[in-house]
């Protein structure tokens, strides 16, 4: 079936610098992308969503990024500091919030 | 007082026995949601239902059936529990926001292991 994936399941930063997490979709028809946040022991917490006919989103100190030619998300956070440390999951959706896919997950991990 | 509860937050069972994991929510939100997480696999949907009146099946809706009481209530069971379906379970509640419904909020989750 068709799935959303990421490129790397860990990343390691610096705090104060910047972050980009990655991800692939393969679902063309989706209408939204989304990032959520999901800090351990804790569920997912919404970061920012995309639409479709878009191509940058920015939120508080976070932009998304949506490819649709190669079919690829990212997420820059600026400035990342030590409470930016979780798994960060990019997620895809129709029009009217129907049949949520998630893909596996980042670890970010924010080094002093 | 959390906005989404979910009880138990812990339970151990045995192959076999039927289990039911409940959800409530006090955000007055039209739409709830039912997810299991494993590892390296993300968040996988199983059930969830727009209006008290609807229930839709999500990519794994195998072994599982699902109940909306009531608004702010909506229930998962196991109906014969099996070893693989130990994983932590995950209820959601969205309503429109601005442009979307994609902003879900999540209660804290039950793990469930069956033995």
């Known amino acids: 079936g068709e799935s959303v994936g990421l490129h790397l399941p860990t990343l390691s930063v610096q705090e104060g610098d910047n972050s980009i997490i990655n991800c692939a979709y393969s679902?063309?028809?989706?209408?939204?992308f989304i990032w959520y946040k999901q800090e351990s022991g804790k569920g997912p917490q919404f970061i920012i969503d995309?639409?479709?006919?878009?191509d940058k989103r920015q939120g508080q100190r976070v932009t998304v990024l949506l490819n649709k030619t190669v079919k690829h998300l990212s997420l820059q956070i600026a400035a990342t500091q030590p409470g930016d440390s979780a798994v960060y999951f990019c997620?895809?959706?129709?029009?009217?919030?129907?049949?949520?896919?998630f893909g596996p997950g980042t670890r970010l991990s924010v080094l002093p | 007082d959390a906005d989404v509860t979910q009880t138990p937050r812990n339970r151990i069972t045995k192959t076999g026995k039927r289990i039911m994991l409940e959800c409530s929510q006090t955000k007055g939100h039209d739409r709830m949601y039912w997810y299991r997480q494993d590892p390296g696999l993300g968040l996988r949907l199983i059930y969830y239902s727009f209006d008290v009146k609807d229930i839709n099946k999500g990519e794994i809706s195998d072994g599982y059936s699902v109940s909306r009481q009531a608004q702010a209530k909506f229930s998962l069971s196991l109906e014969s529990a099996i070893p693989n379906q130990t994983a932590l379970y995950f209820c959601?509640?969205?309503?429109?926001?601005?442009?979307?419904?994609?902003?879900?909020?999540f209660g804290p989750g039950t793990r469930l292991t069956v033995l």
């Open positions: 995309i639409r479709s006919n878009m």
């Open positions: 959601a509640t969205s309503e429109l926001g601005q442009t979307s419904y994609n902003e879900q909020f």
């Open positions: 997620a895809e959706t129709g029009f009217y919030g129907q049949n949520f896919v």
């Open positions: 679902n063309s028809a989706s209408d939204y």
